[in-house]
């Protein structure tokens, strides 16, 4: 259970990052992501230079103003975040099917083959080729050590932390470093004279068992460097799909048309950030009878293009659906799902 496999990857200061790389003026300044100087919002993302000034997340953008007068101050821009997350995620299945996604900027992967440290540090690598962006990148053997990894040399770190590691790392950290610690834990484990994790291994363990039960358990496991979760991929799913009911019934073509361009689009978006194609699309009607047929077809080749599914579609509506009645919603799904999931062979050179 101690062979290394498990990759931590957390983008550094993501949302101003990406402002940063897309405005000269930007960079090396103090930028904030979210809200407004003038004390509406919260800070989504603070740049490195505004965190010298003690800004941090969540922190009102009142507060940061106070903090630092010249910090320039930027709308959320969740769009352009999201594209190059999706970038990110398509580089990560490259080198394996096992993502466990946490956040927008953040993923655990798991490697069953090749050498996961060869491997974290060309994901590394190849981020920074396709997004100028740079990530923290932490490798052990469980999700526990390979986050306290990714956090350890930030920003554009990248640290292993291997079983002999553990005894030397661990014991010097703060508790709050163990997952699970949160400012209210802390306060309790300070109250008995916890601070670090060496405190709590020489601690009472029967009395943190009797008082904590299972929490004291798995943050005595997690001290030990112990961590049995699994890197969870997403849950499948079967098909997914679009519809809506129309604000009028209608049983013009054109305006139907568009909605299929728009779910399309949608769709597509979808299939592409979890890496799926499929082969089926099906197109759904309910008439104003509240009467619902559903017409599809299967492609030779899985898609995920929005072109494609657009143009399949619309023949659907066109040639197969009767427009005998005024239409009161229309969908488009997609299924015969295909996943990313035969091994990617990697060879290196
Ligand atoms: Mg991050």
Redesign the pocket.
Known sequence: MTELRVIHV?????YAAVEQRDNPLYKDKPVIVGGDPNGRGVVSTASYEARKFGIHSAMSCKRAAELCPVAIFLPVNMDKYKNESRKIHAIFRKYTPIIEPISI??AFLEVKEGNAVEIARRIKEDIYQCTRLTASVGVSYNKFLAKLASDMKKPDGFTVITPDDVQRILPELPIRKIWGVGEKTEKELNNIGIFTVRDLLQYDHEFLLRNWGRRAHELIQLCQGIDYSPVQVEQEVKSMGEETTLEEDTRDLNVLRKYLKVFSQAISDRMYNKGIKCRTITVKIKYNDFKVITRGTTLDRATDSPHILYKYSSDILSCRVPLIKPIRLIGLQVSNLVYPHDPVQITFL
Do not use: P, T
């Open positions: 957390d983008m550094d200061a993501f900027d953040e």
